[in-house]
Each structure stands twice: as C-alpha cells, then as structure tokens.
C-alpha cells in the first residue's frame, strides 16, 4: 500500500513535459488518450503505418458515428508521443470531439506532425504521462481511458505494472495496441506481456496487430470499442493465464544494451 501511495504521488511529479489542460466541467461521454510509441525499435515502415492508423481511424464514419451515438454525442480526445520519456513538443492537447469537423481537425493535427523517434521504451512513463493529463483535463467524464501503442516492452522508468496499478486506483481503465509486425525474437508473447502487465480496469482489452495490412482496421475497431463501451470478440480481454515476467524489458536492456548505452539520451 506503501508503495502505491508513492506512485500516486509520483504521477504527479515524474515526467518531464507540461501539461497543456482545457475544459470547464463540460460533461463528455469518455475523456481517451492516445499514447503511440516512437521508440527507435520502431522503423519507419511502422511509423507510417501507426501515424496513418490513426489519422484514417478518427476520419472514418465508424468512429464519428460511435462519438455521436453517446449519451452527450461528444468525447474528450488527447494524444501524445512517446520512448524513453515524454517531450513537450510530442503533445497534441485536449480537444472535444463532437463530429466529422472536429474529428478532421484532430487528424489533421496528428497527419501534420513530423516523423521521429528517439531512444527507451518507457510505457510506465507513458501511463503516468496519461494519467496525468486526465486528472487535469477539467471535463467531467463517467469513463477515463488511456490507449496505448507500442512493439516492446518497458525497459526504463518505473516498474510497468506497479505505475499500471497506481493510474487503476484512479478509476483510469488502460487498453493496449501492441505491434507484433516485425515481433523481437526475445519477447515471444508481446500480447500477453500487454494484457497482463499493461492494460487494466473495468471492461479493459488488447488487440495486437500481427501484420501491417490490419493495422489501419485494428485502430478503428480499438477506438470505436474505446468510444462505445462495446467489447468486440477478436480483442484479448485482460484475465491472466500464466504468470508474466513484467520485468521483462528492465532484464533484457541489462543483458543487451546497458553495456553499450549506459545512459538513454534526453
């Protein structure tokens, strides 16, 4: 318990970017964040795919109409990118998502940023990032939800499950989006280690993308179930089945890479 109170004191404090916040209590039917990798173990193949995703998933009629068949019709949408840490100029701020004009706005914002990545793999630092901006995002929503992208395992930061646990306690459910194209032959069940160790909360699910021409399909799909509340059976729901290590990535960056990069660059 110790411990978990720390976390959630430490959400506050760890990451580096500010945090631009609007809203005035204004209800929404759900406040989402978009959390996308850019780690360097992305090439740019899959970069080009997840920022089209994205782009194509909130343009499409389906996700529109998911926003307006609501309860107020109107969602709360933030998206940031993220590696070893999370930069202030990766944030693409809080917007209220009432149809195919705001929508089309949002994507425009998300198309128009340039390609990069840098170097790390920190998803903890990414959930208390997200669980950051949706304390702070001033809308009033019944459901708070971060959705994350990403092809590996946590290997800097905090301990993944225990910053995990910390945004649960919040009521944050967690979904997760990990990239299984071009899978790491040292982790076997990236999935699994998703499901198990990074997504979480009440009706929380994975879906993992295995090829690249599922992958503009797969977003959709994850933001329409994400914006309605509808499970949808292709998705891994979140019930573990046998134990994983979620120190995976810390183990695996110790045996390959800290004796040649001791220090993830800023």
Same mark, same amino acid.
């Not at 500010?18 to 978009?34: K, Q, T, Y």
């Not at 693409?92 to 340039?114: L, T, Y």
């Not at 040292?186 to 499901?195: F, H, P, T």
């Not at 891994?236 to 120190?247: G, H, N, Q, Y």
């Given at each position: 318990? =110790?411990?978990?109170?720390? =976390?959630?004191?430490?959400?506050?404090?760890?990451?580096?970017?500010?945090?631009?916040?609007?809203? !005035?209590?204004?209800?929404?039917?759900?406040?989402?964040?978009?959390?996308?990798?850019?780690?360097?173990?992305? %090439?740019?193949?899959?970069?080009?795919?997840?920022?089209?995703?994205?782009?194509?998933?909130?343009?499409?009629? %389906?996700?529109?109409?998911?926003?307006? &068949?609501?309860?107020?019709?109107?969602?709360?949408?933030?998206?940031? $990118?993220?590696?070893?840490?999370?930069?202030? %100029?990766?944030?693409? &701020?809080?917007?209220?998502?009432?149809?195919?004009?705001?929508?089309?706005?949002?994507?425009?914002?998300?198309?128009?940023?340039?390609?990069?990545?840098?170097? #790390?793999?920190?998803?903890? #630092?990414?959930?208390?990032?997200?669980?950051?901006?949706?304390?702070?995002?001033?809308?009033?929503?019944?459901?708070?939800?971060?959705?994350?992208? #990403?092809? #590996?395992?946590?290997?800097?930061?905090?301990?993944?499950?225990?910053?995990?646990? &910390?945004?649960?306690?919040?009521?944050?459910?967690?979904?997760?989006?990990?990239?299984?194209?071009?899978?790491?032959?040292?982790?076997?069940?990236? !999935?699994?280690?998703?499901?198990?160790?990074?997504?979480?909360?009440?009706?929380?699910?994975?879906?993992?993308?295995?090829?690249?021409? $599922?992958?503009?399909?797969?977003?959709?799909?994850?933001?329409?179930? $994400?914006?309605?509340?509808?499970?949808?059976?292709?998705?891994?729901?979140?019930?573990?089945?046998?134990?994983?290590?979620?120190?995976?990535? $810390?183990?695996?960056?110790?045996?390959?890479?800290?004796?040649?990069?001791?220090?993830?660059?800023?």
């Amino acid at each position: 318990m =110790l411990k978990l109170l720390s =976390l959630l004191v430490c959400l506050a404090c760890a990451e580096a970017a500010p945090l631009p916040a609007i809203g !005035d209590g204004a209800p929404v039917d759900v406040a989402l964040v978009l959390a996308v990798d850019i780690s360097q173990s992305m %090439d740019e193949d899959e970069f080009a795919l997840q920022r089209a995703g994205y782009v194509e998933a909130l343009r499409h009629r %389906d996700f529109i109409d998911a926003v307006r &068949a609501g309860q107020r019709g109107r969602i709360a949408l933030a998206y940031f $990118e993220w590696a070893g840490v999370v930069r202030d %100029d990766g944030v693409i &701020a809080w917007q209220v998502i009432d149809g195919a004009d705001s929508a089309n706005a949002f994507a425009d914002k998300i198309a128009s940023r340039p390609f990069r990545s840098f170097r #790390g793999t920190s998803i903890s #630092g990414a959930l208390g990032f997200g669980a950051r901006l949706l304390e702070k995002n001033g809308f009033s929503a019944p459901r708070r939800v971060i959705d994350i992208s #990403g092809d #590996g395992p946590n290997n800097a930061g905090l301990p993944v499950a225990l910053t995990r646990d &910390a945004a649960l306690a919040k009521g944050i459910v967690i979904n997760g989006l990990p990239i299984l194209i071009n899978p790491s032959p040292s982790v076997s069940r990236l !999935d699994r280690y998703y499901a198990d160790c990074v997504a979480g909360g009440p009706g929380s699910f994975v879906l993992p993308v295995y090829a690249a021409s $599922e992958f503009s399909t797969a977003i959709r799909r994850k933001l329409v179930q $994400e914006v309605s509340g509808v499970g949808d059976a292709a998705t891994i729901r979140v019930d573990a089945e046998a134990p994983t290590d979620c120190l995976l990535g $810390e183990r695996l960056r110790q045996r390959f890479s800290d004796p040649y990069f001791p220090e993830l660059d800023r």
